[in-house]
């Protein structure tokens, strides 16, 4: 695992564990709230990129602060000790729950150089916004990958009942789970299971939810 050097102040020792709206300035939080639109938006290019979405990313949280954060992501291919930029100040952690993708550096005020040069709450509403965005993009490619290796044909529509099954198997229910819900027996769902993979033309029940899924049948929306 990749493994961060220090940054020349702990994040701890600033003393700003405890800021809150009131802190910023009006120009502050536009400014943060601008960038994190911002990076949100640019998001929705970057997942249609098949490669280089995380170097993207990085290259433009450099270039909407002026060089005053810098995104540096672990390399799972190529661990080693991550460099930081030689002005950091603090880092602020880059992660969504259990999953680490680097840290967000922020560079020491070149007037004030026990400070930040740029607000910390903003820089951490940028640090969750980047955590969100390379989620997205990992799920997003991943995803993309699994369709790019499917082979599916449609051969004809479901009924309303199949949709149904379609939808529970979507859920993680078991064919008996899904019997239990729909008050049918197993063997009927096994019959409208089997009928789903004739009709988009597969053999399993993880290539019917990528095909559904990339026909638009399915949906995390759906309750």
Request: hydrophobic share 40%; proline share 4%.
């Amino acid at each position: 695992m990749t493994t961060f050097s220090e940054p020349k102040i702990a994040y701890a020792s600033l003393g700003f564990s405890h800021l809150d709206l009131a802190s910023l300035s009006c120009s502050d939080m536009i400014e943060g709230m601008q960038c994190a639109v911002h990076l949100l938006e640019h998001s929705q290019y970057l997942c249609d990129q098949k490669q280089g979405g995380a170097s993207r990313l990085c290259q433009e949280v450099t270039r909407i602060t002026n060089e005053r954060a810098q995104l540096c992501l672990e390399r799972r291919r190529a661990p080693r000790k991550m460099q930081l930029p030689p002005d950091t100040l603090l880092t602020l952690p880059v992660q969504f729950k259990q999953r680490v993708f680097g840290v967000l550096c922020v560079a020491m005020d070149r007037e004030y150089p026990d400070r930040p040069a740029l607000p910390l709450l903003s820089m951490q509403l940028m640090a969750r916004v980047c955590s969100w965005i390379l989620f997205t993009l990992e799920q997003s490619h991943f995803l993309l990958g699994q369709e790019q290796l499917l082979d599916y044909h449609v051969y004809g529509s479901l009924t309303p009942r199949e949709q149904e099954v379609l939808y529970l198997m979507y859920q993680g229910y078991n064919l008996d789970q899904i019997a239990e819900r729909l008050c049918i027996a197993p063997g009927t769902v096994s019959k409208h299971r089997q009928h789903i993979y004739e009709c988009l033309g597969v053999h399993c029940q993880r290539d019917a939810l990528l095909a559904a899924y990339h026909m638009g049948l399915i949906s995390l929306m759906e309750d």
